[in-house]
């Protein structure tokens, strides 16, 4: 069974950080492009940051410079790591994993999704 876990969310103020982890059980992370979605409420979901196997990094503009997406491969975890977070950030978090390419897997085409970990960034 294929598991994807998020820790990390929380409430913290504008300008902090923020580290969000996502357990990964079932599957290698060799073998999918892991990815970081979020939803806010009454916005539609969208990809936050991706990495993929080749080293290949993907990050949403309003978060470039901020956020940083890295894997420990030992403990098959992905982290994002979130910096001067602004309030705009405040939304549910996402883990996903996608196997197709990893264009598709930033454009949302996920095989498997954590159950979200939320993020509110206060001002």
């Known amino acids: 069974e294929v598991q994807l876990v998020e820790s990390g969310g929380g409430l913290v103020q504008a300008g902090g950080p923020l580290r969000l982890s996502c357990a990964v059980s079932g599957v290698t992370l060799d073998d999918y492009n892991m990815c970081w979605f979020r939803q806010a409420p009454g916005k539609e979901r969208e990809g936050v940051s991706c990495?993929?196997?080749?080293?290949?990094?993907y990050y949403l503009p309003s978060v470039k410079g901020r956020f940083t997406i890295a894997s420990d491969k030992a403990k098959n975890t992905v982290h994002l790591y979130m910096t001067n977070l602004k309030p705009e950030d405040t939304a549910m978090y996402y883990c996903a994993a996608g196997s197709n390419s990893f264009f598709a897997a930033v454009r949302g085409v996920i095989d498997y999704w954590g159950q979200g970990t939320q993020v509110t960034v206060s001002s």
């Open positions: 990495m993929a196997s080749d080293g290949s990094r």
